[in-house]
């Protein structure tokens, strides 16, 4: 057997597929460069852990279960003044997450709320920790169906174990009795212990209409604040504009000159 073919068999036994992969590439650019011993070997295994990282990533995005990954550098900030980049940028940090504190994103409809927490869960899972992602609705429901079933002590151990929560459109559908109990509880129990991201087109005042009762809205926004950022959104739909743009939106009649005005001048003022 032939050194390359011992080579390929043991990267084979040991499992180190990706060095196999790129077995080639790497040979031939070392004789070519004749690199120190040092160097080519770190080359050499940090093809096979790239690689591994890479696939674990994968494995955890696809676990936490996000409608879609968009991260940070995708948001275009300029468009949504209200945001304070300082605040997203400790956010970025992640050091909410050491801490267990929480994230509340508000705003109406279109703004970047779930962009904005799809983005940071992907920011924790780069930095290996856990997240999972559930609409708000869906999380009661599914933790509703196991209360009916007798299971919910074991059923809440899925939302308590990953170190962000991310629970999307509260407050879109009023919870029932049993809904806004549930909620309680599943805060509760992550209270200083992992962080939740939440987003809501209600603002705090609204939220006992959410859960049908005061006293059970303070409970849970006591809890939920304690340790929390907000981040107040306040402008115009990025899906409004986007349609806008092309054309899908017929401009008001009655003042077209203005709206069109009002474009271009909007984007310029962002380039500034
Ligand atoms: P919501 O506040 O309703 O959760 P989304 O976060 O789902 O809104 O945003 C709606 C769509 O517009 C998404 O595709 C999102 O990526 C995009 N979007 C929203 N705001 C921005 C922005 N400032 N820059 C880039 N894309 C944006
Ligand atoms: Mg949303």
Do not use: C
């Amino acid at each position: 057997m032939s050194t390359l073919e011992r080579l390929r068999t043991t990267l084979a036994a040991l499992k180190l597929a990706a060095i196999d992969a790129r077995l080639e590439t790497l040979l031939e650019s070392a004789a070519k460069q004749e690199p120190a011993y040092a160097d080519f070997l770190l080359e050499t295994v940090s093809t096979e852990a790239d690689a591994r990282r890479q696939r674990y990533l994968k494995t955890r995005l696809q676990l936490a279960h996000l409608p879609y990954v968009k991260t940070f550098e995708q948001f275009d900030f300029a468009f949504q003044p209200s945001i304070d980049e300082r605040q997203v940028r400790e956010l970025r940090t992640l050091r909410f997450v050491h801490d267990a504190s929480n994230v509340i994103l508000l705003g109406p409809p279109g703004v970047g709320k779930t962009h904005l927490a799809v983005a940071l869960a992907e920011t924790a899972i780069q930095s290996v920790q856990a997240a999972y992602f559930m609409t708000a609705h869906d999380l009661v429901t599914d933790l509703g169906q196991a209360y009916r079933e007798g299971r919910l002590d074991r059923r809440l151990r899925i939302y308590l174990a990953p170190k962000v929560l991310i629970i999307d459109e509260m407050g879109y559908l009023p919870l029932d009795e049993l809904g806004a109990t549930i909620f309680f509880q599943l805060v509760s129990a992550r209270y200083e212990r992992g962080s939740i991201i939440l987003t809501s087109n209600k603002s705090y005042g609204e939220w006992g209409t959410i859960f049908g009762d005061p006293i059970i809205a303070t409970a849970i926004l006591d809890r939920l604040l304690h340790h929390s950022t907000t981040v107040n959104i306040r402008g115009e739909s990025y899906r409004l504009k986007e349609r806008r743009k092309a054309g899908l939106i017929p401009l008001p009649e009655q003042q077209p000159d203005e709206t069109r005005a009002s474009a271009p001048s909007g984007r310029g003022r962002r380039n500034v």
